[in-house]
């Protein structure tokens, strides 16, 4: 049970109150990029590339200009005259808006055809003829490496290879020593697939120009309006759109997950064709653009080692990587970590040598990668370091549960520090890996799948205990394009005791309408009811990076926290003035202050603000406002322990998920049901690289399902039944104690499921399986044992 | 869902209709549920230059058992199938192959008749049908023609309906006492086409012994495939594991799948096998109970 502070009026931190949110959303009076509908409005649609490599010979536009309603095609020779045909990455690399000669993945963007309604607009993109000169372009990110390779980014000065950058971490020596004399040594290969986010609600914008006042409102679906205003005037500057004449807007938006952080050249053709024509420009991918041509997530190709003692020690762990980015590193990671924070892949286990390595390469395929609901590749360090340690485990014939025991980092031993650096700041593993055991039934579980083995029947049991690194982050460490990484809350409370909230951050469906108003109703006693939240117009909010990277509680969610803290310095300073006695006087329940001893003597929150407007102390700042920066100390590190139970058809292939249990602590819970919440699709996410999605190319470059009718998304079906619980281990330097869970069961899902499958399989000398595990992969897999 | 333009006739009878087809040819296309045309419009795969939506042409809508026939009306939804009483106590197999049609809102607009009429081996009715041994009742101005299901399917989205005709009606001859039928298909997920897909009817008299056997392929070869040498191997036997065995073993050698992303022709053999198996089975405990 989690303890509330506040009554159910006041519904502060802990209350499962149901979400402000919803009842717009439920009563179909969202407002979604695709509803703003502005007077004189035109429509753009864009041609892409059937070819991952290719010359671009020539555009042919008559038929498409012929059609009825449509105006122009927008060509990146067009754009060039106005230098606005290349763009910077979030990571400093470049990319076409649109090409001028040379195509370089599937789907691209070649031209744009504007029209005065969509319908046309497809029309005339149908209707354009561009002639190719195809090439053979490099597909597979290892030969990308070959000498022999063709250079792809010739746009680049002096480029000689597909290379893009080296990363290494940790301690090479001592680990290669400890892994020379380690009495067990484990090694396997895994891919973490390339993916998409797949949201319901696709990208668009509505770039919207007035010539007159040299303004651009830009409504688009992005995750960091601030951020993306400033990388405009970055990019447009020179055309003469500075950042005080932009105004970004985000409004409703039905899903991120890091998918909307980056700029699409969409959106700049968008911006760029308002400007030429001066009237609004809207700009809709459909859902197979979407899939096909937005940022990807993961593709890390990983050699994941560990070495350690007979009978259960890990001593050191090794990883070396090579990611594939497609044509260009467009990741959204913190500048300063190239590959995020893998580092973080050394996991709840207690030892002190790790070494880690990474490559990155272009090749002929669509750019990324995203941080696909996770803390920058946390997803690919946590695959790698809970699929090794089961290996281990398999490998020295000792339960997995039991090897995480021993080796977890134990509770007196936080904050601890990681052999990568990082401070762990708080965490009880034991306690929830033995709740997780104890809900599922473990050792029941394990006298069972023996029977079953007796009877050839195939169980399998697959645990993931997690650290996750989340917030992002200090601002010593933290930047995107040299922004730091903090981010800002500001409260203004009207006279009659009710207020309105801004914050630099923006919800996509995480509920920060109704879990920022519980934070400052948890410090104000203001009733969360009465906290209106707003995000996502850079006009009114005040500045700050963004929603992913589960950071909104650890950054802005503080920020809400600190700012209300003043706001109630202020508040006692009002009452003590109101009640005539002073400060230390005062003693304050939820929601009010009273004179020590006579509780009759009391001012509410309310008759507080009032005051603050009608009746103050001399030379007080009239008012109850405040605004709050909020830089934090260090990161966030919530943890979870998972168990998966599965039975796999030796026949068929077929995996069915019999249990699913994921315990979670992500510190002190603000909303009980919006986390739950947000571990359900999280989860659901999870399974999804486990056991469906993958973007398949052929080595044309060709995408092989690039509709959801080949990519798996998992739907409720898909979806076992999830059993979710929690420990709470409080953040010891966040102001609530809370860590961040938007992220930490997509993190920790997939490695459970393959465990599971794997253990399943172990009996027939299986000691890996590639994700997504398929019906089709496991039979595979048995058939190569003889099993089938 | 930006198709390419196209116009739209609303025919209330189905000499209307007829009319339509007539005047507009190879140009129009029927559309019922939609489930499968619309999704060609929106990839533009599709160009018709005019929708005849036959939704408001009545008697076209009807689930009835007439003597031995059951006959279903062309509109009936899946979702009306799913929860047809009488139609799934004669026939169990309806009960099976609708739960595994894509998912509650496709079943709620997806017919019968569009399914069939789409002349797709993809789609989980052809295989039905063929184990049922249907006859297709197909409308046109002069007249209606019956026609077996094992003559209906011509090839790749081609079947024995003319440009200028209808898929009206269904018939499915309901068999005596000691007759069960079932469906399976592997599917990746909800919504997918089959990796393989096996429905199967049969009778078995008071011995055991089958007297009656149809056996549908989903998915398994270009033009929907009835397994006749795995018929052939039950027919007049008793189910004896080597039997069953034999008549698995033919299907995988005579069905004619591909390679794709759903898995090898090496696997999908391997998976008619089992599911012809299991569906044997499944039809035999049924027709028993």
Redesign the interface.
Known sequence: MIECKTSKAISGMGHSMKRKEDGRFLHGQGNYVDDIKLPDMLYMDIVRSPYAYAKIKNIDSTAALAIPGVLAVITGKDLEQYNLHWMPTLMSDTQMVLPTDTVMYQAQEVCAVIATSRYAARDGREAVKVSYEVMKPVIDPYKAMDASAPVLRTDKEGKKDNHIWHWEAGQKERTEKIFAEAEVVVKEQMHIPRIHVSSIETCGCVADYHKVNNQLNMYMTTQAPHAIRTVIALVAGHVGLTEEKIRVISPDIGGGFGGKVPVYPGYVIAIAASFLIGQPVKWIEDRSENLQADSFARDYHITAEMAGTKDGKILATRFKILADHGYTDASANPSKFPTGMFSIGTGSYDYDTSFMECDAVYTNKPPGGVAYRCSFRVTEAVHAIERITDRFSLEIGKDPADVRMQNFIKKEDFPWKSPMGWEYDSGDYHAGLKLAMDTVDYWGLRKKQAEMRKEGKLMGIGISTFTEIVGAGPSKDFDILGIKMFDSAEIRVHPTGKAIARFGTKSQGQGHETTYAQIIAEVLGIPAENIQVEEGDTDTAPYGLGTYASRSTPTAGAAAAVAARKLKDKARKIAAYLLEVSEEDLEWEPGKFFVKGAPEKVKTIQEIVFASYTNFPQGMEAGFEATHYYDPPNLTFPSGAYICVVEVDKETGAIDVKRFVAIDDCGNIINPMIVQGQVHGGLTQGIAPAMYEELIYDEDGNILNGTLMDYLVPTAVESPSWETGHTVTPSPHHPIGAKGVGESPTVGAPPAIANAIVDALSPYGITHMEIPITPFKVWKALKEKGVV | M?P??FDYESPTTLEEAFGLLDRYGDEAKILSGGHSLI?MMK??FASPEVLIDINNIPGLSHITKDGNTMKIGALVRESEIEHAKELIAHFPIFADVTKLIA?PSVRNRGTIGGNLAHGDAANDHPAVMLALRANIVISGKDGNRTVPIDEFFHGFYMTEVQANEILTEIQIPIHGKGTGSAYHK?E?????YA?AGVAVQLTLDANGTVTYVGIGLTNLSPVPMRAERSEAALLGKKLTDEVIAEAAKCASEDCSPSDD????EE?KR??VG??LKRMIHKAAERAMA
């Not at chain 2, 990746?188 to 997918?192: A, C, L, M, P």
């Not at chain 2, 992303?261 to 090898?264: C, E, N, V």
Request: proline share 9%; net charge positive.
């Open positions: 930006i390419a333009p999704p990839l533009r998912d592997m990746r997920k909800v919504g997918d990796t992303l759903r898995g090898s696997y391997h998976l089992v599911l």
